[in-house]
C-alpha cells in the first residue's frame, strides 16, 4: 500500500478565477462573478500620503532604541543609503526629510568649542592673577584631572557623553580649579612670610583642610537632590548633576593631597619672585590694605548695612514673581514644523491638493531647504527644515509669526506653526489645558468657544483653537424595527448585510505570487458616493426576495462632534496655541487658567497636557530643589563647624544677596527662568556658600588665637580677600562663553551661563 495526499484546487489565485467564480444559475445560464461585480487587484483605499516638497514620496521613519547612540546610528545610516542609492532604477532615490541628529551634532561642535575656550580662560586669569606660571600649573593640572575622573566615573554607572553631561564638564572647569587655587595662594603666602617649603604646605594643609573638605562637600551636595529628582526633570538631570558632583568631589580630593605636594614646589621662596609675580602680589597686597580699611569704616554702620543688605534681599521675591518663566528655552533646531487641520468631510486628495499652494508659499523663506508632509483624510503634520543657524541671520523662532501670516492666508485649510520641543514631551503646541466635565459635548462646546475666545483677546497668544468642534456631517440610517419583525427578521441581520456591502472589512484571504490579499466586497463608488444613493440598496428577505433599504429606513442628518475627547477617564476638550513673541508660556498659561476660572461653571476642572503639565508639574521643581540644597548646606556646615550659627552667617550673609543679583537677570529680560537657569541657581548657592565659609573658618581661629570679633573678621576677611577674587573670576570666566554662544544649543546654555 502507498499513502498518497490528495490536494484539491479550492484556493483561487487569480483575477481571473475570481472573475468565472460561479454565484448562481438562472433558467440554466450560469451566472459568474464578473457578470454582477468588478474585480480588480487594487490597493485598498488610501489613508495617508507622504510628500516630500510636492512630490509624492515612500516616508520611512527611523527610531533609535532607548539608551542607543543615535548619531552612530545615523552614521551607519548614511553609509547604507548611499549603498542602496546606487542599485535604485533612474528617477528613484532615498533622502533625508528630517534629521534630528544634525542638531544634536551641531550642538555637541559648540559646545566641545566652548570648553576648549572655557578651559583657555580658565588658564588665563590663573595665570595672571598668581603672576606665575608656575603657581597656576598647580590649579591647571586639577581640570585634566577632574574631567577625566568623572569621564571614568561616568563610564562606570553607565552614562553616556551627551549634551548634558559635556555641559556639565563645561561647568566643572570653573569649578574644580576654586580649591587648587586657595591652596597654592595660602602657600605662597605663607612663604612669603619666610616659612619653608615644607613647613608652608604642612602648615597650610592643616589650615585648609576643614574650609576645603567643607567647600567640597558644600557644592557636590547642591548638586546631589537634583540626582534623586523622579520625573522629566530627574530623568534628564540626573546624569548632569551626578558628572558635576564627581567632578567637584575629585577636585576636592586634589586639592588636599596633591596641591600643596605641588605647591610647595613651584611657588617661588619670598623676595626670589620673578618681576610679574612681584607686580601682582604688591597690587593684591595695596587691595587688601584699602579693602581693610574700607571694612572698619562699614562696621561703625553695622545698621546701615544690615538693612541695605536685607532691602536687596527682599527683591528677590519681586524679582523672582515679575520675571518671565518656562520650562525650558525654545532652541533653534533649524526646524518650523506645522499641524494641519482640515475642513470636517474633507478627503485626502482634497487635503493633498490644498498644500500644493502652502508649498509654493513656504519655498519663498529664505533660508528654507524643504518641506516634508504626513497628510491624512482628517489633517496632517508637516515641517519646513530650514539650513544650520550659522548660515542665516534669523532664528526660527522669529520665523514663527511670519509662517503663520503666510499659512493664515492660504483658504482651505487651517494650520499652525510650531517650534520642536526643547525638551521630550507628549505634546503639540506650547500650551495644552484641558478641560473636564461630566456634561454633554453640546454644552461644553459653548465654554471652549468662550476660552479660545478669551486667550486671543488677552494678547498673550498668537493664535488658540479648540479640539471640540461640532461641525462633523453625519448621517443616521434609523431603522423601523416593527417592519423588520414583520419581515421575519432583526436589526442584526439587516446590519450584517449592510456592513458587507458599505464598509471596507475583508471576509478572506488568497495568496497570489507568494503574497497574501484581502478580499473585500464593496459596493462602487457611484452609489457610496452619493448617501441618498444607500436606501436604494437591496436586501435578502429569508424567502430569497430582495427589498429596498427604503422599505424598513430612513436617513436623518445631523452634525456631531469631530472626536470625543477623553481624559482621566472624563469627557473632556483641549485648548490649545502658540505664544505670541512679546509674551511667555508662563503667562500665557496663566491667562488661560484665570479665563477658566471666570468662565467655567461648578462642576468644571483643568487639567494639562503635552509641555503645558510639565511646565506645572515640573516647572518649580528646581524651586524646591533650592530649598533642600540649603537644608543640605546647612547641615553639613553644621557638621563641620560643630555649631548652628557658623552656618547661618554662612548662608543668610551671602545666598538671599547673591539670589537678589542673579534674578535681576531674568527680571530685566536677559533670559527666563526656566530649569537651566535654575540650575545656573544652585550652582550659585554653593559659590557663594565656598566664599563665607574660607572667611568664617579663618576668623574663628583668629578667635581662638585671642583677637576680638570685629578683628578677626577683618583679618580673616583682608587674608582670604585674594582666593576669594581668584576663584570668583575664575568661575565668572569659565562661565562666561556661555553667555556669548551662539549656535545650536545656545539658548539653554546662555540661560545657565547668565
Avoid at 489613508?47 to 510636492?54: E, G, P, Y
Avoid at 506645522?338 to 493633498?352: K, R
Avoid at 557658623?646 to 550673609?653: F, I, K, S
Wanted: net charge negative.
Amino acid at each position: 500500500r502507498q499513502k498518497i495526499d490528495i490536494v484539491a484546487n479550492t484556493q483561487l489565485s487569480s483575477v481571473e478565477e475570481f472573475q468565472q467564480l460561479v454565484i448562481s444559475e438562472v433558467d440554466g445560464a450560469t451566472i459568474h462573478l464578473n457578470d454582477v461585480a468588478k474585480i480588480e487587484l487594487a490597493a485598498e483605499d488610501t489613508s495617508v500620503s507622504a510628500r516630500l516638497n510636492d512630490k509624492d514620496a515612500v516616508y520611512i521613519s527611523i527610531w533609535p532604541l532607548p539608551g542607543a547612540n543615535e548619531i552612530a546610528i545615523g552614521d551607519r545610516l548614511y553609509k547604507k543609503v548611499d549603498e542602496l542609492n546606487k542599485t535604485l532604477p533612474y528617477g528613484i532615490s532615498i533622502d533625508y526629510a528630517y534629521d534630528g541628529t544634525l542638531y544634536m551634532r551641531d550642538a555637541l561642535k559648540e559646545i566641545f568649542t566652548t570648553l576648549a575656550e572655557t578651559v583657555i580662560l580658565v588658564g588665563l586669569v590663573v595665570v595672571l592673577l598668581m603672576g606665575s606660571f608656575r603657581s597656576a600649573i598647580v590649579p591647571l593640572i586639577t581640570i585634566p584631572i577632574s574631567i577625566l575622573g568623572a569621564i571614568a566615573a561616568m563610564a562606570m554607572m553607565g552614562f553616556s557623553l551627551n549634551l548634558l553631561t559635556v555641559l556639565a564638564i563645561v561647568l566643572s572647569v570653573g569649578l574644580v580649579v576654586d580649591d587648587a587655587i586657595v591652596v597654592v595662594e595660602n602657600v605662597a603666602r605663607l612663604m612669603r612670610q619666610g616659612l619653608s617649603k615644607f613647613d608652608a604646605a604642612l602648615i597650610s594643609s592643616r589650615q585648609l583642610l576643614v574650609p576645603i573638605i567643607s567647600m567640597t562637600l558644600t557644592l557636590a551636595a547642591v548638586y546631589a537632590p537634583i540626582g534623586f529628582l523622579s520625573g522629566l526633570t530627574g530623568v534628564l538631570f540626573k546624569e548632569f548633576a551626578f558628572t558635576l558632583a564627581i567632578a567637584v568631589i575629585i577636585s576636592g580630593i586634589v586639592a588636599i593631597t596633591l596641591s600643596p605636594i605641588m605647591s610647595a614646589y613651584v611657588s617661588p621662596k619670598g623676595g626670589e619672585e620673578s618681576w610679574l609675580t612681584t607686580k601682582v602680589n604688591h597690587l593684591f597686597e595695596r587691595l587688601q590694605r584699602r579693602y581693610s580699611q574700607l571694612l572698619i569704616h562699614i562696621f561703625k554702620w553695622q545698621g546701615q548695612v544690615f538693612l541695605i543688605a536685607l532691602v536687596i534681599s527682599l527683591l528677590t521675591i519681586p524679582f523672582y514673581l515679575d520675571s518671565k518663566k518656562e520650562l525650558a528655552p525654545i532652541e533653534d533646531q533649524a526646524s518650523v514644523m506645522f499641524v494641519i487641520q482640515s475642513p470636517p468631510d474633507a478627503s485626502l486628495a482634497y487635503n493633498v491638493a490644498q498644500m500644493n499652494p502652502v508649498i509654493e508659499s513656504l519655498q519663498e523663506i529664505e533660508g528654507g531647504k524643504k518641506i516634508w508632509q504626513i497628510i491624512f483624510g482628517g489633517g496632517g503634520f508637516g515641517g519646513l527644515e530650514l539650513v544650520s543657524a550659522d548660515n542665516r541671520d534669523y532664528s526660527a523662532q522669529s520665523l514663527v509669526p511670519r509662517i503663520y501670516g503666510k499659512l493664515s492666508q492660504i483658504p482651505g485649510l487651517n494650520m499652525f506653526p510650531i517650534l520642536p520641543s526643547s525638551l521630550p514631551s507628549s505634546g503639540q503646541f506650547e500650551i495644552e489645558m484641558i478641560v473636564k466635565a461630566t456634561a454633554p459635548y453640546s454644552e461644553m462646546k459653548q465654554y471652549a468657544d468662550q476660552l479660545v475666545g478669551a486667550a486671543f483677546s488677552s494678547g498673550k497668544f498668537l493664535f488658540a483653537d479648540t479640539d471640540l468642534k461640532i461641525d462633523l456631517p453625519q448621517v443616521e440610517l434609523q431603522l423601523n424595527r416593527e417592519k423588520i419583525a414583520d419581515l421575519g427578521m432583526n436589526v442584526g441581520e439587516i446590519s450584517e448585510q449592510l456592513g458587507i456591502l458599505l464598509s471596507s472589512n475583508f471576509v478572506n484571504r488568497f495568496d497570489a505570487n507568494g503574497k497574501a490579499y484581502r478580499v473585500i466586497p464593496i459596493v462602487n463608488d457611484e452609489v457610496r458616493s452619493k448617501t441618498e444613493a444607500i436606501l436604494s440598496l437591496d436586501i435578502k428577505l429569508p424567502t430569497g426576495e430582495l427589498l429596498p433599504v427604503s422599505a424598513v429606513a430612513d436617513l436623518k442628518w445631523k452634525t456631531v462632534p469631530r472626536e470625543l475627547g477623553t481624559f482621566a477617564q472624563q469627557a473632556s476638550f483641549r485648548i490649545y496655541g502658540g505664544v505670541a513673541p512679546s509674551s511667555n508660556k508662563e503667562a500665557a498659561l496663566s491667562a488661560i487658567e484665570n479665563a477658566a476660572e471666570e468662565i467655567l461653571p461648578l462642576g468644571y476642572s483643568i487639567d494639562y497636557a503635552g509641555e503645558s503639565r510639565q511646565l506645572r508639574k515640573e516647572g518649580n521643581t528646581l524651586i524646591m530643589v533650592l530649598g533642600i540644597s540649603l537644608l543640605i548646606v546647612f547641615l553639613v556646615l553644621a557638621i563641620q563647624f560643630n555649631s548652628f550659627r557658623d552656618p547661618l552667617v554662612v548662608l543668610l550673609g551671602c545666598v538671599p544677596l547673591a539670589l537678589s543679583g542673579a534674578l535681576l537677570i531674568p527680571y530685566i529680560e536677559l533670559t527666563t527662568i526656566n530649569i537651566y537657569s535654575q540650575i545656573g541657581l544652585i550652582t550659585l548657592i554653593g559659590l557663594i556658600a565656598k566664599n563665607g565659609i574660607l572667611i568664617v573658618e579663618f576668623a574663628n581661629h583668629a578667635q581662638e588665637l585671642g583677637a576680638n570679633k570685629l578683628a578677626a573678621v577683618t583679618e580673616a576677611a583682608t587674608t582670604r580677600l585674594r582666593p576669594i577674587l581668584m576663584t570668583t573670576a575664575a568661575t565668572i570666566l569659565g562661565h562666561f562663553p556661555l553667555v556669548l554662544v551662539t549656535g545650536a544649543g545656545a539658548e539653554a546654555r546662555n540661560s545657565i551661563g547668565i
